[in-house]
C-alpha cells in the first residue's frame, strides 16, 4: 500500500533518516519504533509532503508522493495525526470534526454525524471548544476527524504522548478496531513500543535514521536483543 | 428630540461613529491579512486608493457611478490577490523585518505612480446620496442621506465578514488556515488559496472604503487621501488587537470617537495626538491589544 | 548574520579608514561645482539619519518608521533657535538638535520599547505623523502651516571665504562651505558610532536583537538597552535633521514628510542594514540620486515637470526598496563582502566555518 524506497531527509546538513526502506501492506497495522530523535515524526512528515526528502521515492499504490503538495496528498485518502494531535484548540469538537469533513467525497454532515455515533463521547460534547478537552478526549476527537474523510491509510504519530496507560490501552483498542472494521491501513508511530507491538501486525524499528529492524511485530517483541538495545522493554 | 439629535454631544457622536466606522473597515482588512499571513499590510490605504482611481475615474467617462464603486472593488480584489503571490508569498517565515520593508515601500511605489498616472490635483468625486444635513424642526442633525448610507454599507460589510467567517464552510477553512496552517494542509484544505483570498478579500474591503472616504464631504481623491486615515486604522487594530475582528471594530469607533471628541472640544491638530495617546496607554497596559489573550513570550 | 567586517576592524584602523575617507570627500569638494556640492551636503546630512536608522534597525533590531520625526525634532528646535537667537555659533545650534532629537527619541522610546515587529512599525509611523500636526499645533513658535521659518545662521565664515578669493565666486565658496560642514559632522557621528558599535553596549545591542531571552539571563536590562539604542538614534536623525535646516536655511512642515521615511529605509537597505559602509553608501546614492534620476529621465524622454518626471524619484526608490529587500536583503556592503569571501574562498580552497 506505503512503499518507501531509499528514503533521505536532511535539516540542513544533518540527516534525519538515512537510506530509509521499508513496505506498508494494506490493511495492516505497521508500528514504526524508536527513541527519542530516531526519525519517526520525520518519516510521517516526508510522506505527508510536510518535509522534502532529498532523496528516495515514497509511492501510495502507484502514486509517487514526493514532490506533491500536503493537501494534494489528503485528498488521495492519506490522514495524518500529527505529534500532539493537532486538534484547533479555538474550534467546538463539531467544527474540528467539519474541518475534517472538508475533502471528503460524501456528504459532510453525515460523515460527521457518522462519527459521533462512533464516538459518543466526542457527541456529548458537541459544542464544546476542543481546549476544553481531556488528552484522551483530544485524541479521540483527533482520530475521529482523521476518519471523516473516509481515508484508506492512517497516519498516526504518538497518539499515547502524555496519556494514562489506561486510556492509551482504550485508543490502542479503537484503533485495533479500526483498522480491523474499516480496512484501514495504519502507520503507527510509537515510543510506547508495548502498547504499539500489542496491536501491530508488523513493526520497523529506527535508529538514528536507519531501519535496524523490519519484521513482524511478534518477531520483534520476541527479539530480547532489539527490545534492549533500542525499544528499552527488558531492563 | 430634535434638539437632544441636534446637540453639540450628538453631532459629535454621529461624527465619531461616521469616521470611526472608517477607520474599522481599515483595521478589519489589516485583522484579517495579520491573522492569516502574519504581515501587516503597511500599502493598504495605498492599494485601495489604487484601486479607487481606477474605478472611479471611469466616472468621467460617463460610466454610471454605482458601476464605477463595482468597479473599484473588484479591482481592489484582484490586486490583492496579486499583491499577495507576487509580492508577500516570498515573504512567508522571513524575519519580521522583511515583510514591514516591502510593504512600506509598496505604500511609497503606489503613492508615487498614482501621482504619476493620475496627478496630485484632488478630484471631488460625485456623491450617490445628498451630503445635506437632515434639519428637525429647525435644528440641525449632524447625519446627512450620504453618512446614514456610509454607516449602513460599512455595518452590512462587517456582517458579511462576520457571517462568513462565523458560519460557513469558506469562513471555517479561513480560519483554520490562520490557526492551524499545517493542521488544515493535512485535512486537505488547501491553505495556499485561502491566504490568497484573505488578502482579496481585505483589499476589497480596504477599496470599498477609500472610496467612501473620497467622497466624503469635504474629502476628495487624491494620491495621499488615506494617509493619515490608514494611521487611524492602523491604531485602531493595534488597539484592538490585531488578532480580534472585534477589537477592530471597537478600536475603530473608538478612535473616530476620540478624533472627533478632540477635534471639536481642542483643535483638529490635536486629533492624532491623542489617537496615539490612546494607543500608547492602550499597549503599555495590555501589549496586544484590547481584545487579544496575552500569550507567553517564546523562549 | 553576514555584515562586512569593518566594525571588527582594531580601533586605530577604523580611525585611519574613516579620517582618510572623510579627506578623500574634503578634497573632492574643491572640484565640484555648486550644485554637486549642495547635492554632497544633503547626502551627507541624510547619511546621519540613515546612520541612526541602521543602528537602530540593524543593530538593536528595532524597526523604526518613525526617523523623520527625529529630524523635525532637531530641525524645527534650530529653526526655532535660531530665530531668537542669531547669534548661536554653529556647534551649539547642531548640539541643540541632537538633543532635540533625542529627547523625542526618549519619549517615544516609553512605549516603543515595549512594542515588537509591526506594533512598533506601526507606532513609530504615527509618532512621525504626530509630530508633523505637532507643528502646527505649537504655530506660535513653529511659525504655523503657512509661514516658514528663514534663518541666516550658515554664514560662510571669513577665513573659509578667503581660502577661494580670486580661485572661485563667493556663491560656490558657500555651497563648498556647507558641504565641508556636513561631511566633517557627519565623520564626527561616524566616528563616534564605529566606536559604540564595537563597544560593551554595542555587542549587548545584538545580543538583546538575537535573543533577548538569553540577554536577559544574562544580566542586561533589556528596556533600559532598547532605549539608549531610541535615543542614539533619535539623536542623530535630530543632528541630521538640524543640520539639513541649516544648510536649507528654512524650515517648513514640508520639510520632513512621511515620505522621507521611504527614503531613508531605501537608503539603509540599498547600502545594508547594520552596516557604517551601508549608511555611507546610502548618503551617497542620496547625494547622487537626483542627477541620475534626472538623466534617467532626460534619457527616456520624460519632461522633469510632467507628473512622472516629479514622482520618477519615489517610484525608484520604491521599487528598489522592494526589490532589494525581496531579491539581496543584505544590500550593496553585505553583497560586496559575500562577493569578496566567495572570491577569497575560491583562491584559498578553504571551508570557511567562522559563524558568519
Known amino acids: 500500500m506505503i512503499r518507501v524506497a531509499h528514503l533521505t531527509v536532511k535539516y540542513g546538513a544533518i540527516a534525519a533518516l ?74 467546538t469538537v463539531e467544527e474540528n470534526l467539519r474541518l475534517g469533513a472538508l475533502s471528503s467525497p460524501e456528504n459532510s454532515a453525515h460523515a460527521v454525524a457518522a462519527q459521533f455515533e462512533r464516538f459518543p463521547v466526542l457527541a456529548q460534547r458537541r459544542k464544546q471548544y476542543a481546549a476544553t478537552l481531556s488528552g484522551g478526549e483530544r485524541q479521540m476527537l483527533a482520530l475521529a476527524r482523521a476518519l471523516v474523510a473516509r481515508p484508506t491509510v492512517l497516519l498516526l504519530d504518538e497518539p499515547s504522548l502524555g496519556l494514562s496507560p489506561m486510556v492509551t490501552a482504550d485508543i490502542m483498542t479503537t484503533i485495533s478496531t479500526l483498522s480491523r472494521e474499516e480496512k484501514l491501513t495504519v502507520v503507527l508511530v510509537e515510543q510506547n513500543a508495548k502498547s504499539a507491538l500489542r496491536i501491530a501486525d508488523h513493526a520497523v524499528v529506527l535508529h538514528v535514521g536507519t531501519v535496524v529492524a523490519d519484521a513482524p511485530a511478534g518477531d520483534v517483541a520476541n527479539n530480547d536483543d532489539l527490545k534492549r538495545f533500542y525499544l528499552g522493554l527488558v531492563k | 428630540m430634535g434638539g437632544f439629535l441636534a446637540s453639540r454631544f ?56 454605482w458601476l464605477c464603486m463595482v468597479i473599484s472593488v473588484v479591482v481592489g480584489f484582484i490586486f490583492g490577490g496579486l499583491t499577495e503571490r507576487v509580492l508577500i508569498r516570498p515573504l512567508y517565515g522571513k524575519p519580521d523585518i522583511n515583510p514591514i520593508v516591502v510593504m512600506v515601500g509598496f505604500l511609497g511605489f503606489l503613492q508615487f505612480l498614482a501621482a504619476a498616472i493620475w496627478g496630485n490635483i484632488p478630484r471631488i468625486l460625485p456623491s450617490p446620496f445628498s451630503q445635506v444635513f437632515y434639519t428637525s424642526k429647525g435644528h440641525t442633525i449632524f447625519l446627512s442621506p450620504f453618512v446614514v448610507f456610509q454607516i449602513l454599507t460599512a455595518v452590512t460589510v462587517m456582517m458579511i465578514v462576520a457571517l462568513v467567517f462565523r458560519f460557513t464552510t469558506l469562513g471555517l477553512k479561513l480560519r483554520a488556515a490562520a ?78 470617537l476620540v478624533e472627533q471628541f478632540t477635534l471639536d472640544y481642542w483643535q483638529a491638530n490635536m486629533a492624532p495626538v491623542m489617537a496615539l495617546v490612546v494607543l500608547i496607554v492602550v499597549l503599555m497596559i495590555r501589549p496586544r491589544g484590547l481584545f487579544t489573550k496575552n500569550t507567553q513570550r517564546r523562549v | 548574520m553576514l555584515r562586512p567586517n569593518f566594525h571588527r576592524l582594531p580601533t586605530t584602523s577604523r580611525w585611519i579608514v574613516i579620517l582618510g575617507v572623510t579627506a578623500t570627500a574634503l578634497g573632492f569638494t574643491f572640484t ?63 548640539l541643540f538638535a541632537t538633543a532635540a532629537g533625542a529627547l523625542g527619541g526618549l519619549i517615544l522610546a516609553v512605549p516603543a520599547t515595549r512594542l515588537r515587529g509591526p506594533y512598533l512599525a506601526g507606532a513609530t509611523l504615527a509618532f512621525a505623523t504626530v509630530t508633523s500636526s505637532l507643528v502646527y499645533v505649537f504655530g506660535n513658535w513653529t511659525g504655523g502651516p503657512t509661514s516658514q521659518l528663514f534663518l541666516n545662521s550658515l554664514t560662510t565664515p571669513s577665513w573659509f571665504a578667503r581660502m577661494f578669493s580670486g580661485i572661485q565666486a563667493s556663491l560656490n565658496s558657500s555651497a563648498q562651505y556647507g558641504a565641508d560642514l556636513a561631511i566633517c559632522v557627519a565623520a564626527i557621528a561616524f566616528l563616534f558610532m564605529s566606536n559604540l558599535f564595537h563597544s560593551r553596549l554595542g555587542r549587548a545591542m545584538t545580543l538583546v536583537r538575537d535573543n533577548d531571552v538569553s540577554a536577559e539571563l544574562m544580566g542586561i536590562n533589556l528596556r533600559r538597552t532598547r532605549t539608549i539604542a531610541f535615543v542614539i538614534a533619535a539623536a542623530l536623525g535630530g543632528l541630521g535633521g538640524g543640520l539639513q535646516t541649516l544648510l536649507n536655511g528654512s524650515v517648513t512642515p514640508g520639510s520632513f514628510p512621511l515620505t522621507i521615511s521611504i527614503t531613508l529605509l531605501t537608503l539603509m537597505v540599498l547600502g545594508g542594514i547594520g552596516t557604517l559602509t551601508g549608511a555611507v553608501l546610502g548618503g551617497l546614492i542620496f547625494a547622487v540620486s537626483s542627477n541620475v534620476i534626472n538623466w534617467l529621465c532626460s534619457t527616456a524622454g520624460i519632461s522633469s515637470t510632467s507628473n512622472l518626471g516629479t514622482n520618477m524619484q519615489g517610484i525608484v526608490f520604491s521599487v528598489l526598496l522592494m526589490t532589494t529587500m525581496l531579491i539581496a536583503p543584505q544590500g550593496i556592503s553585505g553583497n560586496i563582502v559575500r562577493g569578496y569571501r566567495h572570491l577569497m574562498q575560491r583562491f584559498t580552497s578553504k571551508i570557511d566555518n567562522s559563524p558568519a
Open chain 1, 18 to 91: 538515512t537510506d530509509v526502506s521499508f513496505e506498508v501492506r494494506p490493511g495492516s497495522i505497521t508500528a514504526v519504533l524508536g527513541a527519542n530523535g530516531a526519525g519517526k515524526t520525520t518519516l510521517l512528515r516526508t510522506i505527508s509532503s510536510l518535509m522534502t526528502p532529498s532523496q528516495g521515492e515514497i509511492f501510495l499504490g502507484d502514486t509517487a508522493l514526493v514532490g506533491q503538495k500536503t493537501e494534494d496528498i489528503a485528498r488521495l485518502g492519506v490522514a495524518h495525526v500529527p505529534e500532539g494531535r493537532g486538534v484547533v484548540a479555538e474550534f
Open chain 2, 10 to 65: 450628538m453631532s459629535d457622536v454621529f461624527n465619531g461613529v461616521a469616521n470611526g466606522i472608517i477607520f474599522s473597515l481599515i483595521a478589519l482588512s489589516l485583522v484579517v491579512v495579520w491573522q492569516s499571513t502574519n504581515v501587516l499590510n503597511f500599502a493598504q490605504g495605498a492599494m485601495a486608493t489604487f484601486a479607487t482611481y481606477i474605478g472611479m475615474t471611469q466616472v468621467e467617462h460617463g460610466i454610471n457611478i
Open chain 2, 179 to 256: 490557526l492551524a496552517p499545517e493542521v488544515a494542509r493535512l485535512l486537505g484544505v488547501r491553505v495556499d488559496r485561502l491566504l490568497t483570498f484573505g488578502w482579496m478579500i481585505s483589499s476589497a474591503v480596504g477599496s470599498f472604503t477609500a472610496i467612501l472616504v473620497a467622497m466624503q464631504n469635504g474629502s476628495a481623491l487624491s494620491p495621499s487621501v488615506m494617509g493619515s486615515v490608514f494611521i487611524f486604522g492602523f491604531i485602531a487594530a493595534a488597539v484592538g488587537g490585531l488578532d480580534s475582528p472585534i477589537g477592530a471594530v471597537v478600536g475603530g469607533l473608538l478612535i473616530g
Open chain 3, 32 to 94: 565640484f561645482n555648486a550644485g554637486l556640492n549642495a547635492q554632497i551636503a544633503s547626502g551627507a546630512a541624510i547619511s546621519i539619519v540613515v546612520l541612526g536608522l541602521t543602528w537602530l534597525t540593524g543593530w538593536s533590531g528595532q524597526i523604526s518608521l518613525g526617523n523623520s520625526g527625529f529630524m523635525a525634532c532637531g530641525g524645527y528646535f534650530v529653526g526655532v533657535w535660531a530665530n531668537h537667537h542669531a547669534a548661536t555659533p554653529l556647534v551649539i545650534s547642531l
